[in-house]
């Protein structure tokens, strides 16, 4: 039972986050919501920011358990994004609240997972020094949360998707500059 009322508590959540602020949600609205009692929640949650860092975490370690491999730039993106896609007015007033951070680290974790997974399949053929590599990641880790942080600074209006695959298209081929520039081991 207490599984099922730990999963109630956050669905009611994410429900009442894509309905209004986060400043807005209090744990009487949660609790009514899921029809449970106010000690309840406390049994599983200290307060509202850690049962916001508690489903942001599990959905970084959800991406991170389901994609052990990344083929592509742009399917990094659309991973990463996925989840905010779904939830678009719940992320702009989590990117809106004092709980910014929460949603950023996220961003930066994820990014940098799957950044770092896509480059360990695309690279591992290239004997390039870790200096080289550590550069390239970061390239494109800050490209990643660049193009996201924007779009959120924006409304989230827009298609980021398309956008950043028309990128993709347009720097088609800079990897391997970049690689054939790279210094080996």
């Not at 399949?121 to 390239?139: F, G, H, M, P």
């Amino acid at each position: 039972m207490p599984q099922f009322t730990k999963l109630a508590i956050k669905s009611s959540f994410i429900k009442l986050l894509n309905e209004k602020p986060l400043s807005k949600i209090t744990v009487k609205d949660i609790v009514e919501d899921c029809q449970i009692n106010r000690n309840s929640f406390y049994y599983h949650f200290q307060d509202i920011p850690s049962l916001l860092e508690e489903i942001v975490t599990e959905q970084a370690k959800s991406i991170i358990d389901r994609y052990p491999m990344i083929d592509s730039l742009e399917e990094c993106l659309d991973v990463a994004l996925r989840f905010a896609m779904e939830n678009k007015r719940a992320v702009q007033h989590i990117y809106n609240s004092v709980n910014r951070d929460i949603l950023e680290r996220y961003m930066f974790d994820v990014c940098h997972y799957l950044v770092k997974t896509y480059l360990n399949n695309t690279l591992k053929e290239n004997n390039i020094a870790d200096s080289d590599r550590e550069v390239i990641e970061s390239y494109y880790r800050c490209l990643f949360i660049g193009f996201i942080l924007d779009w959120l600074k924006n409304g989230m209006t827009g298609d980021i998707i398309d956008k950043f695959h028309r990128v993709c298209k347009l720097r088609q081929g800079s990897l391997e500059l970049m690689l054939s520039r790279c210094d080996k081991k």
